[in-house]
């Protein structure tokens, strides 16, 4: 005999359906029941109805119960309302969902077009369905999935780049300066211990945060959580991306938030044990959904996360052997820091508290072809490579970092190289040795006389997205490099002025009307009539219409230290700020 779970399984369902009337009943009643009487299958006897019976029972059940209506044909509206707001354009109650996808995706390319809608008479139809629309389809697709789409490396004008320097703000060494996404005011913090507020459109100077002091104690009597700003150099500053709160760090080991519309401190976290040495908002615009994430590096090893919607602390990020120097981030939930003279850089995913690792300190080699030259080949080989002089240099501190896109970032060291790298490969994909020159000092020795050493990389920044980017040292220029389309290297393609120490760098995309509010900003006419006009695809020159912002802190000195000075005429401690236009 089968058994007589399977057996009546059947007839417990049919059962359930024609007794209806009778109450509920539940499988494990009829279950209980039949095993009461044997276990041996037998059938109930109010089951032994045939199949079409019971279907015409079924069917008869829901035909005379006319009073009873379903949910899904009931109105759950209010009765005041007009039933047309809950629509959707004109939506049909017998729409398929396909239909519904068509509709809504026809609605989104009317969107567009207005969008994208100028002057009567500039442009025909075809046009705009042709490129404009295909190509800002393909701009939405781009930016949701996190890759580089800009390339625009190749369209600005490098040799006519207006510029803005601040004057006698702070008196020691600049070591951050950070400009609002909307571009209207510019920060920048001092060795001194205050951070200035800066009128982009005009450079005057508008607030200046003061260093707080602190009484002289003995032993433990100098507490510093009450005190409403920092008591020590400030080493970082980072601003939101809607521009309302500024983060700044330092040497007093607290994460300090300000109101930067109201010029007010805000509150101080603690928790690090060591100085505040990088600072990085989530470049995601804050909503319900996404809250405003503040990530912080210290010389304490490790990395905090603050939510400052609700101000609060969220978690510790550990790992690093060394002193984090740098953070950057994106929109997603992702995080590069570099960690010093651990030689590593790690790719922290939050949501999956997991972190990838990816070891540095690779030798680059330098060769001096003027010297190989002036040697003279005995065997009357080709002079090259073979006999120039050539130096090693091997990577000892990775100092700074910079995210290209979700899955691509640079870093610096102090050997002088740039190095490219991928999520992807645990290596470097790319490495630009000595990207910034030899340092030469005269020693006053007897055996060495001159010292030769590379300039290490100071500051990394890119354009979000896009394939350029910028680095930094004390050579006294800014050099901007192009990503490869194929991301496997890159390139110089310019130079810009800065003298001094170069210790912060930032990009950033000003709104449209900005060069005609900042005369500072705008393109002269000289400049216009003697650059020849450039050749340029339709989406380059829709990504670089607009002029993009350089900003750039620069000190006499480095941020974490004084090993390394330039004083003379010309290095000041500022913050430069430089408009590049694109080539018309």
Same mark, same amino acid.
């Given at each position: 005999?089968p ?6 399984s059947?007839?417990r ?7 209806r009337d ?12 039949v ?9 109930p006897?109010g ?8 279907d015409?029972?079924l069917?008869?059940a =829901?035909?005379?119960?006319d009073?009873r209506?379903g949910?899904d044909e009931?109105?759950?509206?209010a ?5 047309n ?17 068509l509709?809504?995706a ?14 009567e008479?500039?442009f025909d139809a ?7 629309i295909?190509?800002r389809?393909?701009q939405d697709v ?8 800009l390339?625009?490396?190749d369209i600005f004008d490098?040799?006519?780049?207006p ?15 950070v400009?609002s996404h ?7 913090s001092g060795k001194?211990?205050?951070i ?5 459109h005009?450079?005057r ?6 260093k707080?002091?602190?009484d ?5 009597s100098r ?8 008591t ?12 309302k709160y500024?983060?700044?760090g330092g040497?007093d080991r ?8 109201k ?5 101080g976290?603690?928790?690090h044990r060591d100085c505040?040495?990088?600072l ?6 804050p909503?319900?959904? =996404?809250?405003?994430?503040l ?6 090893r ?6 400052l919607s609700?101000?609060g602390y969220?978690e510790?990020l550990f ?5 984090v120097?740098?953070?950057d981030t994106l929109r997603?939930?992702?995080?590069v ?7 590593t850089v790690?790719f922290?995913?939050?949501p999956?508290e997991?972190?990838?690792v990816?070891?540095?300190g ?18 009357g080989?080709?002079k090259?490579?073979d =006999?120039s002089?050539s130096?090693r240099?091997?990577e000892?501190?990775?100092e700074c970092?910079?995210?290209i896109?979700?899955t691509?970032f ?5 050997s ?5 790298w991928?999520?992807?490969?645990k290596k470097?994909i ?6 910034h ?7 006053d020795t007897e055996?060495v006389a ?5 300039r ?15 680095s930094?040292?004390w050579d ?7 990503v490869?389309q ?17 210790n ?10 900005f060069?005609s509010?900042a005369?500072?900003a ?5 400049a216009?009539?003697?650059e020849a006009?450039?050749?340029?695809t339709?989406?380059q020159?829709?990504?670089g219409?607009?002029p993009?912002?350089l ?19 010309g290095?000041v ?5 430089f408009a590049l236009?694109?080539?018309?």
């Amino acid at each position: 005999m089968p058994d007589s779970f399977f057996a009546t399984s059947k007839n417990r369902k049919r059962k359930r359906s024609t007794t209806r009337d009778d109450g509920p009943s539940t499988s494990k009643k009829a279950a209980r029941a039949v095993k009461g009487k044997g276990g041996k299958g037998r059938k109930p006897e109010g089951a032994t109805k045939k199949k079409g019976t019971a279907d015409e029972e079924l069917s008869d059940a =829901t035909q005379d119960d006319d009073e009873r209506d379903g949910i899904d044909e009931m109105d759950l509206r209010a009765p005041d309302v007009d039933p047309n707001a809950y629509e959707s354009g004109e939506e049909d109650e017998d729409e398929t969902p396909a239909e519904k996808r068509l509709r809504l995706a026809k609605m989104y390319l009317e969107s567009v077009k207005q969008g994208l809608s100028l002057a009567e008479g500039e442009f025909d139809a075809a046009e705009i369905d042709r490129e404009l629309i295909s190509a800002r389809l393909k701009q939405d697709v781009l930016e949701h999935s996190g890759k580089i789409h800009l390339f625009v490396a190749d369209i600005f004008d490098l040799s006519h780049t207006p510029s803005l320097r601040t004057k006698r703000g702070h008196r020691f060494s600049v070591t951050a300066a950070v400009a609002s996404h909307d571009a209207r005011w510019l920060y920048t913090s001092g060795k001194e211990g205050s951070i200035i507020k800066w009128d982009l459109h005009t450079g005057r100077q508008v607030h200046t945060f003061h260093k707080c002091r602190v009484d002289k104690g003995k032993g433990k009597s100098r507490e510093t959580g009450d005190l409403s700003g920092h008591t020590d150099e400030i080493w970082a500053l980072a601003i939101s991306p809607d521009g309302k709160y500024l983060a700044s760090g330092g040497k007093d080991r607290r994460v300090g938030v300000w109101d930067a519309e109201k010029n007010e401190w805000v509150k101080g976290f603690g928790g690090h044990r060591d100085c505040i040495s990088a600072l990085a908002f989530r470049k995601a615009q804050p909503s319900l959904q =996404t809250p405003t994430q503040l990530y912080s590096g210290s010389y304490d090893r490790t990395l905090k996360l603050f939510d400052l919607s609700t101000m609060g602390y969220v978690e510790t990020l550990f790992g690093h052997q060394d002193p984090v120097l740098s953070i950057d981030t994106l929109r997603a939930e992702t995080a590069v820091s570099a960690g010093g003279r651990d030689k590593t850089v790690r790719f922290w995913k939050v949501p999956e508290e997991t972190q990838l690792v990816f070891r540095g300190g690779g030798g680059s080699k330098w060769y001096d072809d003027l010297d190989g030259m002036e040697e003279d080949n005995a065997e009357g080989r080709p002079k090259g490579k073979d =006999t120039s002089k050539s130096e090693r240099f091997i990577e000892g501190s990775i100092e700074c970092v910079a995210m290209i896109d979700e899955t691509t970032f640079v870093s610096g060291g102090d050997s002088g190289s740039i190095s490219l790298w991928s999520t992807q490969k645990k290596k470097p994909i790319f490495t630009q040795a000595v990207a910034h020159g030899m340092d030469i000092s005269h020693e006053d020795t007897e055996d060495v006389a001159i010292v030769r050493k590379p300039r290490w990389v100071t500051a990394l920044a890119s354009l979000r997205y896009s394939d350029l980017f910028a680095s930094g040292s004390w050579d006294g220029e800014i050099r901007l490099w192009k990503v490869d389309q194929k991301l496997k290297s890159f390139s110089p393609i310019g130079t810009i002025p800065a003298l001094g120490v170069v210790n912060s760098l930032q990009f950033l995309t000003p709104p449209k009307d900005f060069a005609s509010a900042a005369s500072w900003a705008s393109r002269t006419s000289s400049a216009d009539a003697s650059e020849a006009p450039v050749q340029t695809t339709g989406k380059q020159a829709k990504a670089g219409s607009a002029p993009v912002l350089l900003v750039a802190g620069v000190g006499q000195e480095t941020r974490f230290g004084r090993w390394i000075q330039r004083k003379g005429e010309g290095h000041v401690n500022g913050a430069l700020v430089f408009a590049l236009h694109p080539r018309t």
